[in-house]
């Protein structure tokens, strides 16, 4: 039986980057084959050129046997490839039997076919557990189900392989659960599926092969069953990883960040963060464990100034902040700088030089420019180290900020918050997004400052991330604080517990 994809010596550039070099990799039929590799290493590109948004320079596709010419993702989708994005191409306000029928039939809607979309719908969710109502507001649906209805419409448009990049990133631990479930029934009927993913965890569970590219050439393929995470984290990376960083015990200090009460109502009055208290020292890291959505992001928000609480209160340094001081530019003053969650939308502008992009918020530090005008060449001189640094790719400092791949422009705007002395770092997600390599290195840093006194509140859905960086863990749950735990007197079970909800009274 012919391979369901083969790419042969795929080259792409762009400008002076060699973004696939030669790429060969043979993904057989009815397998789910992982790509793994650092943040830059070219795989985004790759399954783009297989999708069709990017055209190869030179190289060979075939798909099922057969050499193809792919030139956009219609004739990807002709040749049965579908593609479910990171960042979904849904029409929200449409339904989802709306949104299935956009765009597939040569990219009109056809009315009277809507009986039949339903019943292929129906039909998906009978073969594959794939339910959803038809019915729902696209919008109006969880992350998860938003990208249950992409899946959907890559299959009702007759897929057979389906791509998934990083379909993880945006996910609860269920969800992802979920996901992975769904994917072992496609493989099950036959279908192909190529996922790309960070987490090597998700590698082992789900992947039947996987293959690692490093510098936008592919170095290994390997059955998943005679690898391990070590060895792929080497492979990747070119040298020894350590998936766990190592920190010492450590007395904290004063309390920096002192949150008494706290409240707060979202724009459609949702109460979000329900009488929420806390206290962060200096010298210390304090996790704070949920599942998303159960008010950790509201809560960082409030706290870096860029939402008002409708009670309670907030010391810095044992200070009450006013409400004149509560905004994102009078907290950062105080030394309380925030690396955002949503990095993407919150962290940089896409259009701006990566040097613009890495001085947002920080126009005024007199090391960018002495006078009223910023100098572009001290920013670029800034940027440069911090590229060094956290090992950015390309070392560009005057790329667009949108070229670079996704783990490196995490990595710039993570540099710029985290290389200005705060004297507390509030940061949610961390290594979303980033390369092991990139996660030992951040969680050194993250560490390092801690020794030097700096107090962080963390945010992060990742429990082994919460529980390898913290001195203290909280749970979140429904906005509330349901548990505090030191790390070294916790695991997983009992932190999954007080994050359901299951708290010490009630149990
Ligand atoms: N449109 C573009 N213009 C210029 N350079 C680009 C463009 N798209 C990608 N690149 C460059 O090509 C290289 C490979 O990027 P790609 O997005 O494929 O990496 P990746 O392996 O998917 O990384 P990540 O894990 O960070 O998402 C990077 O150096 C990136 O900066």
Redesign the pocket.
């Known amino acids: 039986m012919p391979s369901a994809i083969e790419l042969h010596a795929i080259n792409k550039r762009?400008?002076e980057?060699h973004?696939n070099k030669d790429v060969n990799l043979t993904v057989e039929r009815g397998t789910i084959h992982g790509i793994v590799?650092?943040?830059?290493?070219?795989?985004?590109?790759?399954m783009s050129i297989l999708y069709g948004f990017y055209e190869a320079d030179s190289g060979e596709i075939r798909v099922n046997g057969k050499s193809v010419s792919i030139r956009s993702p219609n004739d990807a989708i002709f040749a049965g490839i579908g593609m479910v994005h990171q960042h979904f191409m849904l029409v929200e306000p449409l339904t989802v039997v709306e949104n299935v029928m956009l765009g597939a039939e040569g990219g009109t809607m056809l009315r009277g076919g809507e009986a039949k979309v339903r019943a292929e719908l129906a039909r998906l969710a009978h073969d594959y557990g794939l339910e959803i109502d038809p019915d729902a507001i696209v919008g109006e649906l969880s992350v998860g189900l938003q990208q249950r209805v992409e899946i959907l419409k890559a299959l009702y448009r007759g897929a057979d392989i389906l791509i998934l990049d990083?379909p993880t990133a945006v996910l609860t631990p269920a969800e992802a659960d979920a996901l992975f479930k769904l994917l072992r029934a496609l493989r099950a009927q036959g279908k192909t599926v190529v996922l790309?993913t960070?987490k090597l965890r998700e590698i082992m569970a789900v992947t039947d092969r996987v293959s690692v590219?490093r510098r936008?050439e592919m170095v290994a393929t390997v059955e998943t069953k005679d690898t391990s995470p070590p060895e792929l984290a080497e492979l990747m990376v070119g040298r020894h990883v350590l998936l766990h960083v190592e920190k010492s015990e450590r007395e904290p200090g004063a309390p920096l960040l002192e949150v008494d009460n706290l409240s707060v109502i979202d724009n459609r009055g949702v109460l979000r963060v329900a009488n929420v208290s806390l206290t962060v020292r200096a010298g210390e890291i304090v996790g704070i464990a949920g599942v998303a959505g159960n008010g950790q992001s509201e809560l960082l928000e409030t706290l870096a100034g860029m939402r008002q609480p409708v009670l309670g209160t907030i010391k810095f340094e044992g200070r009450e902040i006013g409400f004149a001081e509560h905004n994102p530019h009078g907290m950062r003053k105080l030394g309380l700088l925030h690396v955002p969650e949503d990095r993407l939308r919150m962290g940089l502008v896409s259009a701006f030089p990566a040097f613009e992009s890495a001085a947002l918020g920080f126009t005024d530090d007199p090391r960018l420019g002495p006078g009223p005008l910023l100098d572009h060449d001290r920013m670029i001189a800034d940027l440069s180290s911090k590229m060094e640094a956290y090992d950015v790719?390309?070392r560009a400092p005057r790329?667009k900020s949108s070229?670079?791949?996704?783990?490196?422009q995490q990595k710039i705007v993570l540099a710029r918050e985290i290389e200005r002395n705060p004297k507390v770092l509030l940061v949610g997600q961390p290594t979303r997004?980033v390369?092991i390599g990139a996660i030992e290195f951040i969680h050194r840093r993250l560490i390092a400052l801690r020794d030097a006194g700096v107090g962080i509140l963390l945010v992060s859905v990742e429990l082994d991330e919460i529980m390898n960086l913290s001195d203290r863990i909280l749970t979140m749950c429904g906005g509330q604080i349901t548990g505090e735990r030191k790390a070294s007197e916790t695991d997983e079970q009992d932190l999954g517990l007080l994050m359901a909800g299951v708290t010490e009274q009630a149990a």
């Open positions: 762009f400008g980057v973004a590799g650092e943040n830059g290493a070219g795989k985004s590109t790759l990083e790309i960070h590219m936008g790719r390309p790329l070229k670079f791949s996704g783990g490196n997004g390369d």
